[in-house]
């Protein structure tokens, strides 16, 4: 068993944290990453009630006695904070991790609450400010993440250095993570924990589309493509992802490419499964995941390699 700085604090098991991804993280990746002994997140920003978010926070906890955490969004209005916050506190959420500009706020709330928090981060330049605010750690997600990696370019291994030169804070890194080489390098290079997002995607507890998960195992690690360049989205290459390129490269205003970005996400992109006309938020290492199956699989598989290289392999290829 591999016990961190991460696993202690958050009462976790494992070093595997899954990823909030919105439309995505719903309650049954949530709920089988929590039994496989991981903390999974749940994406707030799914639901537009409280009374929703609520029903989904009980029907996980009906499920699994294990801890589990929030993705919080800091872009939410006050209306949509006041709402997630409000059912975190009062389903006595352990975790939130957010993500975004301008966190002072979001952060200051959630810890007055009593409510562990780390914030994701592209760059080593917001890492003091997150220290200061009060966050218990920070994750550090590279260019090669998907989803919105920010408009830096840095890579992931790059920017986890950075960070921990520049702070005393537990580290969690992210993009690029699938097994447990990518568990067992983070580690080795000061990491607390890793976390993954795209390869739950390919997992069957995954509520998407089969046909989704079918396109991350044909996919080649040079299939994903970054698209809105006034906030970077690495999304699966297709046809949508092209005619949103040829948008930014024509007259047309930022607020109508987010219109039609807009209209090509959202939770029927996943669940329809259509890979042409939406837009698929998809990391690099969709190229090197093979296969579907349970997540509590995945964390297990990660877990056993990773010990097995830190153990076996690699005294065996470098020790005297």
Same mark, same amino acid.
């Given at each position: 068993m591999i016990r961190t700085k991460i696993t202690e604090l958050f009462g976790i098991q494992h070093p595997i944290i899954q990823g909030g991804m919105q439309h995505v993280s719903t309650p049954p990746m949530v709920i089988a990453v929590a039994n496989g002994g991981g903390l999974g997140l749940l994406t707030c920003s799914n639901y537009s009630t409280k009374k929703d978010l609520v029903a989904a926070i009980k029907e996980i906890k009906s499920k699994t006695s294990n801890p589990?955490?929030?993705n919080i969004p800091t872009g939410a209005t006050p209306e949509e904070f006041d709402m997630y916050l409000g059912a975190a506190?009062?389903?006595k959420i352990p975790v939130a991790e957010t993500s975004g500009a301008k966190p002072d706020a979001v952060i200051g709330a959630l810890k007055n609450a009593g409510i562990k928090v780390f914030h994701k981060i592209p760059t080593a330049r917001f890492a003091a400010k997150l220290?200061?605010?009060?966050? @218990?750690?920070?994750?550090? $997600? #590279?260019?090669? %993440?998907?989803g919105h990696p920010g408009p830096f370019g840095v890579v992931g291994p790059i920017v986890l250095k950075e960070?921990?030169?520049?702070?005393?804070?537990?580290?969690?890194?992210?993009?690029?993570?699938? @097994?447990?080489?990518?568990? $067992? #390098?983070?580690? %080795?290079?000061?990491a607390e924990a890793v976390l993954m997002a795209t390869r739950f995607i390919a997992s069957?507890?995954?509520d998407v589309a089969d046909s989704i998960k079918q396109w991350i195992v044909g996919s080649a690690t040079t299939d994903t493509i970054m698209v809105k360049k006034e906030n970077p989205n690495r999304v699966a290459r297709s046809n949508a992802a092209y005619q949103v390129l040829g948008m930014e490269k024509s007259d047309k205003t930022q607020s109508q490419i987010l219109e039609i970005t807009t209209s090509m996400k959202g939770r029927d992109a996943w669940t329809g499964g259509d890979m042409?006309?939406?837009?698929?938020?998809?990391g690099q290492i969709c190229g090197l995941i093979k296969d579907i199956k349970p997540c509590a699989e995945i964390i297990r598989d990660a877990v056993e390699m990773a010990e097995a290289i830190m153990s076996g392999e690699l005294k065996k290829k470098f020790g005297s």
């Open positions: 589990f955490g929030l506190v009062e389903e220290e200061k605010l009060g966050c @218990d750690a920070i994750a550090v $997600i #590279g260019h090669e %993440a998907g960070v921990m030169d520049t702070v005393k804070l537990p580290v969690i890194m992210g993009g690029g993570i699938y @097994d447990g080489r990518g568990l $067992i #390098g983070a580690l %080795a290079m000061g069957t507890e995954a042409s006309s939406r837009l698929h938020s998809m």
